[in-house]
């Protein structure tokens, strides 16, 4: 049976074993679960709007059970059927606009909305059949594949340092020096170190080890509290199969169905090509088996919204179980079945993936406004060094070739301060093409993105024309 499997998921020829893809999807797993308890939180403006007492706790719970199951059967996919150690949930910032911008900007009710998601995953794996996502994967340079390791290593090391409280919002600056003195940094910064020092002796599994030994620091020092009751049945009655196809085939629709289509296009390319760089999975400029890959995405999207949540895409915290040895699609089913375990035990879930509400006074404009965000010190020290790590392919970009340095210095550069890996992307994959065009240089360029350059451009002139 071992042998089998092995050999189904190549992990001695892609030099791992059992113990390295066990601890890396535990590893991956415990940097994302987060996710179990936030996206329900961000999600539930839409989905419990006018609901009260016991129905707005069982709607919460319903979406805690989508949220799981829409993760474990993206994550599953992609490690069976792409065999890469690369776990799916629904994306942050995609849920955000599901919210904030379809539901209640557009004042479209969740239904509709989950079956807008459908409609732009349909999409996607009509765009995946056809090769063109894995085609853009290819088109994409060999200077921006290293760049968006490096921007995704510094964006996961911002969220990191930012779940810390390290750094906190700042109206003068956009970001400050945290209260260093809070107990919830002092125990981000012990973890940090424990991890640093354990990933320095060669310590297998470091970063597992150091988000366990966080944890208990954690809960000596009061911000991790033992929960009571943790098994519950799952729930999925209120969600399931309550999307609304029909209503979202509207051409008033199509916009927000495009704004989907788009960001998760370009949050998935950007995580595909940053992570398998890190890991070494792309071979010649190219990454095997890249369609295989975006059809997981873009199924785990279409039945997500089916199992009742936003769209689905991958995550780049993948990249701190690769950090820890994971390199097959084994590692992926270890992680989707603890998110099958989740929705079982949401309470023990809760105790290290949820976070700790902190409000901090900016000024802005000469006005106080109170900002609130949350601190997860038991996994933010691993995505910090996770984000150090990925910093490795900065020294194999040709920074003495100006018309590759710029498009690769603003890909690095715009992910972290814009908060968006899409947006990185997006801007390289702009600025590439036209600069080597005006330099003459314009056969060192895939046709492809000549044609995304042009859609990208008259893309802007409507946006600017229209605002």
């Known amino acids: 049976m071992a042998g089998q499997v092995d050999k189904f998921f190549e992990i001695s020829e892609r030099n791992s074993n059992f113990k ?39 709607m919460l719970r319903a979406m805690v059970c989508a949220t799981c199951l829409g993760a474990a059967f993206a994550t599953i996919l992609m490690g069976v059927f792409a065999k890469y150690p690369i776990a799916l949930a629904p994306g942050m910032g995609l849920n955000a606009i599901f919210t904030y911008t379809i539901c209640l900007g557009l004042k479209v009710p969740w239904q509709i909305a989950l079956g807008m998601v459908f409609i732009s995953g349909l999409i996607f794996l009509i765009l995946s059949v056809v090769r063109i996502r894995e085609m853009i994967i290819d088109a994409v340079p060999d200077n921006l594949k290293l760049a968006a390791a490096v921007g995704i290593g510094i ?72 929960k009571t009751g943790w098994v519950q049945m799952p729930t999925f009655r209120p969600v399931l199969g309550k999307l609304d196809i029909l209503g ?45 890959a975006l059809f997981s995405d873009a199924a785990g999207t279409v039945f997500g919204s089916i199992f009742g949540t936003s769209t689905v895409t991958s995550y780049i915290e993948s990249s701190a179980g690769i950090a820890d040895g994971a390199r097959t699609g084994l590692a992926n089913i270890i992680t989707a079945g603890l998110f099958i375990l989740a929705m079982f035990f949401a309470p023990l879930a809760e105790m290290f993936g949820a976070g700790l509400p902190k409000t901090e006074t900016v000024i802005i404009g000469g006005q106080m406004i109170n900002f609130t ?56 994959l702009l600025s590439y093409p036209v600069i080597k065009l005006a330099t003459g240089r314009a056969k060192d360029v895939h046709w492809l993105l000549y044609a995304f350059s042009a859609i990208f451009i008259l893309m802007l002139v409507a946006y600017f024309w229209l605002s």
């Open 20 to 58: 390295r893809e066990i601890v890396g999807g535990i590893t991956t797993f415990m940097t994302m679960a987060y996710i179990i308890i936030v996206n329900p939180i961000i999600l539930s403006p839409a989905f419990t709007s006018g609901l009260t007492g016991d129905e707005k706790a069982i």
């Open 155 to 226: 964006f996961i090391a911002f969220i990191g340092l930012k779940h810390a409280g390290v750094i906190v919002a700042s109206g003068a600056t956009l970001v400050k020096l945290g209260n260093l003195k809070s107990s919830a940094v002092l125990v981000s910064i012990a973890g940090l170190l424990i991890t640093t020092v354990l990933y320095a002796r060669n310590v297998r599994g470091a970063i597992l080890l150091g988000i366990v030994v966080t944890g208990i620091i954690a809960w000596l020092a009061g911000l991790v509290k033992l």
């Open 248 to 292: 979202a085939l509207n051409i008033k629709y199509l916009a927000p169905i495009l704004v989907l289509l788009f960001f998760d296009m370009f949050d998935t390319v950007g995580t595909l090509i940053g992570v398998s760089q890190q890991a070494g999975f792309i071979k010649d400029g190219k990454l095997p088996r890249a369609n295989r």
């Open 373 to 428: 965000d949350t601190l997860y010190p038991v996994t933010a020290p691993a995505l910090i060094v996770v984000g150090c790590l990925m910093m490795s392919s900065v020294k194999k970009i040709e920074w003495s070739d100006w018309t590759e340095s710029i498009p690769a210095f603003l890909t690095i550069i715009l992910m972290p301060l814009t908060f968006s890996i899409s947006t990185g992307l997006f801007a390289g």
